[in-house]
């Protein structure tokens, strides 16, 4: 287990459709977060997972947006009816402890044209 | 909810001189303040952190200091490299139980 792994690296989809993105965390950490991230922007929160229990999601959230993580271990995110303005980097992270730093994902671009 | 800002967003030194980057927290049950180096294309890393018992933390030419009652914390870089060139975030974890990062600082060393 060499870290956290996200897929696909990079994601170019028409408006209005469908996309879906994975995270494999480090298997021993309990933790997971997505964040997104656009140009000369901090890390932006969108949800938590500790084990399966989706714990909190950001008000900036919107119903299109939905994260699961069936079986505490990878989890996905997908994105319904996609816009220009979720063209962004959303970056996966894992950690063992709860104040304990983050090990991030490469993450994955999107790009909806 | 926790907000953190940073300062300065751009930093230019010469190659060898120190760079200081601050950042200001606002909830005040913040107990750990970790600092992620982002280089172009890359994945956030961790590079150092601190938690609210400890002033200072040094590592070779990294080190983080910490003011509760001012509710600040830095991060000085010193005899920089042109390899440190890169984007650093701050972030503060407190009772929201996730990281709240700033929103960066790019710092260029000129060799």
């Known amino acids: 287990d060499t870290g956290v792994s996200q897929n696909p690296r990079h994601k170019i989809t028409k408006r209005g459709q469908n996309v879906t993105f994975r995270c494999d965390p480090i298997?021993?950490?309990?933790?997971l977060y997505w964040y997104r991230q656009t140009l000369g922007q901090g890390p932006e929160f969108l949800t938590y997972?500790?084990?399966?229990?989706?714990?909190?999601k950001s008000r900036l959230l919107s119903d299109r947006f939905s994260a699961e993580r069936p079986k505490g271990s990878f989890s996905t995110l997908e994105i319904q009816r996609t816009e220009q303005g979720d063209s962004a980097m959303y970056l996966c992270?894992?950690?063992?402890?709860?104040?304990?730093?983050?090990?991030f994902g490469s993450g994955t671009r999107l790009t909806v044209v | 909810g926790e907000n953190v800002e940073q300062h300065p967003s751009t930093l230019s030194v010469q190659e060898g001189d120190s760079a200081v980057i601050k950042c200001t927290y606002s909830?005040?049950?913040?107990?750990?303040f970790p600092w992620y180096k982002q280089e172009l294309g890359k994945r956030p890393q961790l590079i150092i952190d601190?938690?609210?018992?400890?002033g200072e933390k040094k590592d070779q030419r990294i080190a983080v200091t910490l003011n509760k009652t001012a509710k600040h914390f830095s991060l000085h870089i010193t005899e920089t490299q042109p390899e440190d060139s890169a984007v650093y975030f701050c972030?503060?974890?407190?009772?929201?139980?996730?990281?709240?990062f700033g929103k960066g600082t790019k710092l260029t060393v000129n060799p």
């Open positions: 992270a894992s950690s063992l402890e709860p104040d304990y730093g983050y090990t």
């Open positions: 298997s021993e950490h309990n933790r």
């Open positions: 997972f500790q084990n399966e229990a989706q714990l909190e």
């Open positions: 909830d005040s049950a913040s107990n750990y």
């Open positions: 601190i938690r609210s018992n400890v």
């Open positions: 972030a503060a974890w407190g009772g929201s139980e996730k990281l709240v």
